[in-house]
């Protein structure tokens, strides 16, 4: 359960980006009418906000209002959102239930799918070019930020990841070696590769200096890695219905931490990440609580 200062935090901050979201995504009367409705229909299936609310956060954790960063907190969230759209997908990890729902293909039919998730990442980078007309905001932060989401989002970040992760699917991960190495390679991209990313943004848009946007990267990447141990071990553990989805890690035999280490020793990894993760914002001082107490739940979270 989240402590009182960071459930305040939160609620207010997804209530913001829900607006924006709401806001910028076309309405379902647009044509075509399906294309819109898919979109929104992913989007608004629920979902923790967790990458919109680290571009807020890290933008207010160098001084700046969250309002300065909103347009692209909504983006982060368009191009997760995207990401899992075509991870349900049959040919993908072939899930029929996300968020406590039906798939997006399972309601819209495969291609509707495919396309949805295309339309959810290029609508993400107008949004972020939006960003640019907000009073505060550089030319060159947006074109920065602009370069940092489409490394971490591309073959360098999370689909890197998610190629080798299927490429290990099946327990081929059991034949190959160096085992560690790849997991991590895996958990570093596919999941940790976004979240550095949105800390990346939000810091750059709000005018930090290379060496604070450095020490987010190192947050980022810890409570990254940290976020998908917990999700591995909630794939084993969690109530199905709180964690809105059945859970096709053990099925597709994937390389996970628990498939590695067992339960016990991911759990320690994971709160050993979440202390180094705290410790590379010592700099930041209180204006760091926020993000600090966000680490700690990561890793308590039950869904």
Not at 22 to 43: C, F, G, K, V, W
């Amino acid at each position: 359960m989240m402590p009182e200062p960071l459930h305040s935090y939160f609620e207010s901050r997804c209530k913001m980006v829900d607006q924006a979201l709401n806001h910028y995504l076309d309405s379902t009367r647009s044509q075509p009418e399906i294309i819109h409705e898919a979109m929104r229909y992913s989007i608004f299936a629920g979902g923790k906000r967790l990458r919109p609310v680290l571009v807020l956060a890290a933008a207010e954790c160098c001084g700046a209002k969250p309002e300065i960063a909103l347009p692209t907190a909504a983006a982060m969230e368009l191009i997760h959102t995207y990401s899992l759209v075509h991870d349900d997908l049959p040919a993908m990890d072939d899930d029929d239930l996300r968020r406590g729902r039906p798939t997006n293909h399972k309601v819209y039919g495969e291609a509707i799918a495919i396309l949805a998730g295309d339309a959810l990442l290029t609508k993400a980078f107008e949004l972020i070019s939006k960003n640019a007309k907000i009073r505060g905001v550089s030319s060159k932060a947006v074109s920065d930020v602009v370069g940092q989401i489409a490394h971490g989002s591309g073959t360098f970040g999370m689909i890197g990841g998610q190629v080798v992760d299927i490429q290990m699917e099946g327990g081929k991960w059991q034949k190959r070696n160096g085992h560690t190495d790849i997991l991590n390679y895996i958990h570093r991209h596919k999941t940790a590769a976004l979240i550095r990313t949105s800390l990346q943004a939000g810091a750059t848009l709000a005018g930090a200096s290379p060496a604070q946007v450095a020490y987010f990267t190192a947050y980022g990447e810890k409570i990254g890695l940290a976020f998908q141990i917990a999700d591995d071990i909630l794939d084993i553990v969690a109530d199905k219905r709180k964690l809105g989805k059945k859970g096709s890690d053990r099925a597709n035999r994937k390389l996970t931490y628990p498939a590695l280490y067992g339960l016990e020793e991911s759990r320690r990894k994971a709160a050993a990440l979440v202390e180094e993760a705290k410790g590379a914002l010592k700099p930041f001082g209180k204006r760091a609580q926020i993000l600090k107490q966000l680490a700690n739940y990561i890793i308590e979270r039950d869904h």
